[in-house]
Structure formats: C-alpha cells, structure tokens
C-alpha cells in the first residue's frame, strides 16, 4: 500500500548513475529545468561509454530547445553536422537506391498524399521521375545542400526542410557534462561495485564505489548502459528479447578520414549479412558495420567494413554487442532507467538517442514525491512499451518488405512472421498505398513510412480516388511541384559552405 505520510514530500536527491549520452543528456536537461534539487552523476572513467550513437531525428532539436542549448555552440562544440535524412542503399533488390528524408514530400492534393499521384502517373506509364525528386529533404541532400528553414516564411517550400544532426558522441557527453555541472550538478568518478536495497520497501538505498565511498539518492537514474546495473542487476527487472524479429546483435566501428563533399545525410548500405553506417561529420567519417552474429564472424564482417571506407582508417575495429529488445519495465521503484539501459533496438533509424530524450521528458512529466505513486509509474512504463514498440515495428518494416533472397540473413528476414500490428499496416498499404497514424505518440509520420516503403517496393496499387482528377492535372501538379523543388534546392548553399560560414568547430577537438 502506498505510504501517503510521504506522498506530498518532494524528493531532495536524484542521482544518475553513469555519464554516457544517457547521463549527461539527463544531467543536462533536469538541472536545467529544476531548481531545489541536488543531482549527482556517478560515471566509472575505466569503464568508459559505448562511444557509438552520432546520429539523430529531427526531434533532438526539442531537447536542446528545452535545454536551453545553442545549436551553433553546441555543433561547434561537438564537431558536428547537419541531417536531412537517410540514403538507402541495396535494401530493396541488391542494386537499388532511395531517400528517406524528414520534412515533406511535395504538396498535398487536396486530401491526397502527393505519393498517390505519383503511383497513378507510374501506372499509366507517364515518364516520371524518382519520388525522391518530389521531396526538398531528399533532392537537397542528395546535392549536398544544406539551409536553415525560414521561419518568417512559413508557405515558402523551405520552410518543408526538417533536420537533425550528426555529433561525436565523446565530445558531446562532454559539452553536455560542462553545461550540467556549471548548473550545480555533482559529478563523482568511480566504479560501482555494489547496490544496497532499503530491507522494507526495496527501493536502491545507496550504491557502493570500489574504494568503499558510498553515494544514495531519493531516485537513482539508471544510465549505466547496456548492464542496467540498478534496473537489470539490484532489482531484477528482466529483458524481452526481439532477437526473432530484428537479427542484428553485433557492430564494428571505425572512423575514417573525411572526404569531399560533406554529406548532409547519414547513408545506410546493405550488406550481406546486415548493414553499413556512414555518418559525416566536420573532423572525420563514422562508420560501423552492423550484423548477425549467428551468420558472420567478425573477421569477415571487419574486412567487409574495411573495404569499403571512403578514407583512410583513424582506428582499428571496435566490437559492439548488443541485444535487441527493451526492459520489461524502464521504472521500478525509485529506479528510472534511461539509454541502453532501458532497451536497445538497432541503430537503423538513429531512435535510440530520441528514446532517451523521451525518458527523460517523460520521468519530468510524471515527476514522483516520495510516495513514489504506482499510477505515474505504470503510466510511465506503458509510455515506455508504446514507444519502443513503435520504433520496433517501423524498423522491422525495412527488413521484411525487401526483395532480397539472397543470402539466408535476407530470405529469413523476408520471410519471417512479423507482429500483428506491422502486418496489419503493411497490407493497407500494399493494397491502396494508405496510412494511417493510429496515435498522436507515434515517432513517424506518413512521410517516412512512405518513403521507406516505397523506396522498397510497395504498394502494389493505389487510392481510387486518385481517378477522380484528371490525369493531365495530376501529372501538371506533380511537374510543377518537382520544378518547385528543384529550383529551391538548387539555390541553397552548399552543405560545407554553411558550417564553414556559419559553425565552423576549432580546428583540434581537444
Ligand atoms: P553508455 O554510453 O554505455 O554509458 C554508460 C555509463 O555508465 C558510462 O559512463 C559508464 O562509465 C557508466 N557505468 C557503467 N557501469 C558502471 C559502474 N559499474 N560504475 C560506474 N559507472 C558505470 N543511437 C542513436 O540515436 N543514433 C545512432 O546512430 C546510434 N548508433 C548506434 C550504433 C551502435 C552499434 C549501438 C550499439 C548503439 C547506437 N546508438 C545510436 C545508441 C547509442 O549509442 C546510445 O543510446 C547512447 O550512446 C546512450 O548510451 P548510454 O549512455 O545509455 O550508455
């Protein structure tokens, strides 16, 4: 029963265990938004972070807004670049290529998705181009341009353009870490070796550092990654595995030497037996190859990633395991868990990062006293659930609409029963090219699920309602809107020209 002496009592200590992106996004945020609390970071320097997770959704920019981060500092700080969306490469037949870029495609018709006009146009056979060209993200990125959206011209079609970034995650963590302690938050190294439990109510009373200093808290934060020291190891809240549905278990990272040009998209390549990162940014290339563990070993797979660097290696191969799925409950007791140590899907749609943005957004919305009350903790775990399983469905969408058979990592992918929810959405579409948003709290919009479908393969037909407008007004919508964009795009500046003009990082990170 809960103790309602201490309902109406407000916490007076939160403290973060670990200070990876998790930690210092964490620090950063509730430092800045709270006043009267004292929040303490424990991070271990011998143990370290992942060192992984440079790239993002546009919704990163929410976070520093309520961050109260500068955007031109904090790419500066970080060595950072812009995003505009995702280059797809070989994920449909081996030998293809398409954008999934945030922001819009084109214009509506009326109540019709522009995408619709285009399967008619394709249908009848009117030359047509790719639909990448119809979307300002995707025809922008591909040129290696890069703008700022005007606000002050909210019809413009620049205002369309939606962006994330690209940032070395050290020195982010960094700048994160300097912004939160200059706002009072305490930061204690070492390593834990030990988690105490209050013997009544189970909460973690104290954690134990390995030369005996002990650090306790009214709610711990875990952000010790992928270990889930507090959520996984003190209290025992178990993992559910989505291994069935997402096989990747295993990455190798390297960084390379830059190229020209600078690219303002991330660019995804498949592979044999999983798939390529290539993530820009001003100092050098992030690169990882992301794969099956059952299927190759990592020396193959670190000859595969080697091969096909576009500059010269910076470091050797860095493993990464990690197991797809999400905790069974990110909030036990006073124990929020935060990052990996709350799930970890895959990094193939940059969410993880987003993920922690939303537990941290979420944990400040259902903020507790010290009654700790059960409902703000179920509703944050069924958020939590919500969302993960969210993004588990649009990645696995990637996956299962290929047409890749040739390998047996493609042909189980293809062939592998998915869950009720993606299935369901996936014959709509491939039976009239329609979707729906079924929740406000969806990640992503009809754009993306678009893109990545179409870019794939799907639909097979399209909206009858595209057959009540004249073909020859379809086809003159749609070739106005591609002229639009193409001059638009045109006409923007070069990506590398506008870091260099306007947030251009000191020549050493350090
Ligand atoms: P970590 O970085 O592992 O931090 C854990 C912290 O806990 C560290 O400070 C560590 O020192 C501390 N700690 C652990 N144990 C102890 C102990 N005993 N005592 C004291 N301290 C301890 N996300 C994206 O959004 N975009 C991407 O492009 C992307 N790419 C990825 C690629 C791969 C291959 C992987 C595996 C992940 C990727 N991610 C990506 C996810 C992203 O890396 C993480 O979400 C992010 O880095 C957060 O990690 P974290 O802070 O939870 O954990």
Same mark, same amino acid.
């Given at each position: 029963?809960?103790?309602?002496?201490?309902?109406?009592?407000?916490?007076?200590?939160?403290?973060?265990?670990?200070?990876?992106?998790?930690?210092?996004?964490?620090?950063?945020?509730?430092?800045?938004?709270?006043?009267?609390?004292?929040?303490?970071?424990?991070?271990?320097?011998?143990?370290?972070?992942?060192?992984?997770?440079?790239?993002?959704?546009?919704?990163?920019?929410?976070?520093?807004?309520?961050?109260?981060?500068?955007?031109?500092?904090?790419?500066?700080?970080?060595?950072?670049?812009?995003?505009?969306?995702?280059?797809?490469?070989?994920?449909?037949?081996?030998?293809?290529?398409?954008?999934?870029?945030?922001?819009?495609?084109?214009?509506?018709?009326?109540?019709?998705?522009?995408?619709?006009?285009?399967?008619? @146009?394709?249908? =009848?056979?009117? +030359?047509?181009?790719?639909?990448?060209?119809?979307?300002?993200?995707?025809?922008?990125?591909?040129?290696?341009?890069?703008?700022? +959206?005007?606000?002050?011209?909210?019809?413009?079609?620049?205002?369309?353009?939606?962006?994330?970034?690209?940032?070395?995650?050290?020195?982010?963590?960094?700048? =994160?870490?300097?912004?939160?302690?200059?706002?009072?938050?305490?930061?204690?190294?070492?390593?834990?070796?030990?988690?105490?439990? /209050?013997?009544?109510?189970?909460?973690?009373?104290?954690?134990?550092? #390995?030369?005996?200093?002990?650090?306790?808290?009214?709610?711990?934060?875990?952000?010790?990654?992928?270990?889930?020291?507090?959520?996984?190891?003190?209290?025992?809240?178990?993992?559910?595995?989505?291994?069935?549905?997402?096989?990747?278990?295993?990455? =190798?990272?390297? +960084?390379?030497?830059?190229?020209?040009?600078?690219?303002?998209?991330?660019?995804?390549?498949?592979?044999?037996?999983?798939?390529?990162?290539?993530?820009?940014?001003?100092?050098?290339?992030?690169?990882?190859?992301?794969?099956?563990?059952?299927?190759?070993? /990592?020396?193959?797979?670190?000859?595969? @990633?080697?091969?096909?660097?576009?500059?010269?290696?910076? #470091?050797?191969?860095?493993?990464?395991?990690?197991?797809?799925?999400?905790?069974?409950?990110?909030?036990?007791?006073?124990?929020?868990?935060?990052?990996?140590?709350?799930?970890?899907?895959?990094?193939?749609?940059?969410?993880?990062?987003?993920?922690?943005?939303?537990?941290?957004?979420?944990?400040?919305?259902?903020?507790?006293?010290?009654?700790?009350?059960?409902?703000?903790?179920?509703?944050?775990?069924?958020?939590?659930?919500?969302?993960?399983?969210?993004?588990?469905?649009?990645?696995?969408?990637?996956?299962?609409?290929?047409?890749?058979?040739?390998?047996?990592?493609?042909?189980? @992918?293809?062939?592998?029963?998915?869950?009720?929810?993606?299935?369901?959405?996936?014959?709509?579409? #491939?039976?009239?090219?329609?979707?729906?948003?079924?929740?406000?709290?969806?990640?992503?919009?009809?754009?993306?699920?678009?893109?990545?479908?179409?870019?794939?393969?799907?639909?097979?037909?399209?909206? +009858?309602?595209?057959?009540?407008?004249?073909?020859?007004?379809?086809?003159?919508?749609?070739?106005?809107?591609?002229?639009?964009?193409?001059?638009?795009?045109?006409?923007?500046? /070069?990506?590398?020209?506008?870091?260099?003009?306007?947030?251009?990082?000191?020549?050493?990170?350090?």
């Amino acid at each position: 029963m809960t103790d309602t002496t201490r309902d109406n009592v407000p916490l007076e200590t939160i403290t973060i265990v670990g200070g990876g992106t998790a930690g210092w996004m964490t620090a950063a945020l509730l430092s800045h938004v709270f006043r009267g609390y004292r929040i303490r970071l424990v991070e271990s320097d011998e143990i370290g972070i992942i060192g992984v997770g440079e790239a993002t959704i546009p919704a990163i920019r929410d976070y520093m807004a309520m961050a109260g981060i500068d955007q031109v500092e904090m790419i500066r700080a970080s060595q950072a670049t812009f995003k505009l969306g995702i280059d797809f490469v070989n994920w449909r037949d081996g030998n293809d290529r398409y954008f999934h870029g945030f922001g819009r495609i084109g214009q509506d018709f009326m109540w019709l998705h522009p995408h619709q006009l285009w399967l008619r @146009l394709k249908r =009848l056979g009117v +030359p047509i181009r790719h639909l990448d060209d119809y979307a300002l993200n995707c025809r922008a990125g591909m040129a290696n341009k890069f703008c700022f +959206p005007d606000p002050r011209n909210p019809g413009s079609p620049i205002s369309g353009i939606d962006y994330a970034y690209h940032f070395d995650a050290s020195l982010l963590a960094r700048y =994160l870490r300097v912004r939160a302690e200059a706002k009072g938050v305490e930061r204690i190294e070492g390593r834990i070796v030990d988690t105490k439990l /209050d013997g009544e109510s189970g909460h973690v009373a104290h954690v134990v550092l #390995a030369d005996g200093r002990t650090v306790d808290g009214d709610l711990f934060v875990d952000c010790s990654g992928m270990r889930g020291l507090l959520i996984g190891q003190a209290l025992g809240v178990g993992y559910e595995d989505w291994n069935q549905w997402l096989l990747n278990d295993r990455a =190798l990272a390297v +960084p390379c030497e830059s190229v020209s040009p600078l690219t303002p998209y991330t660019r995804v390549t498949a592979r044999d037996h999983g798939w390529q990162w290539r993530i820009p940014l001003q100092h050098r290339i992030g690169n990882g190859h992301v794969f099956a563990s059952a299927q190759i070993s /990592d020396d193959a797979a670190a000859a595969t @990633l080697l091969a096909n660097l576009d500059g010269k290696p910076l #470091a050797d191969p860095r493993a990464v395991a990690f197991r797809p799925g999400k905790r069974h409950k990110a909030w036990e007791k006073n124990v929020v868990a935060i990052g990996l140590s709350s799930g970890f899907l895959e990094p193939l749609e940059s969410t993880s990062i987003h993920l922690i943005q939303t537990g941290i957004t979420k944990l400040i919305g259902l903020f507790p006293h010290r009654g700790f009350a059960a409902p703000d903790i179920a509703e944050y775990n069924r958020q939590h659930d919500f969302e993960f399983t969210d993004v588990r469905d649009f990645i696995v969408a990637h996956y299962k609409v290929t047409e890749r058979e040739d390998t047996e990592y493609w042909r189980y @992918l293809k062939h592998m029963p998915i869950p009720d929810s993606l299935a369901e959405r996936l014959d709509l579409f #491939a039976s009239s090219g329609r979707f729906f948003r079924r929740a406000a709290a969806e990640l992503f919009r009809e754009e993306s699920w678009v893109q990545v479908l179409m870019g794939q393969g799907l639909p097979v037909a399209y909206d +009858p309602m595209v057959e009540m407008i004249p073909d020859e007004t379809v086809a003159a919508f749609l070739h106005d809107t591609e002229e639009v964009i193409a001059d638009v795009a045109r006409a923007m500046p /070069d990506h590398a020209d506008f870091i260099a003009r306007y947030c251009k990082a000191p020549l050493s990170p350090n």
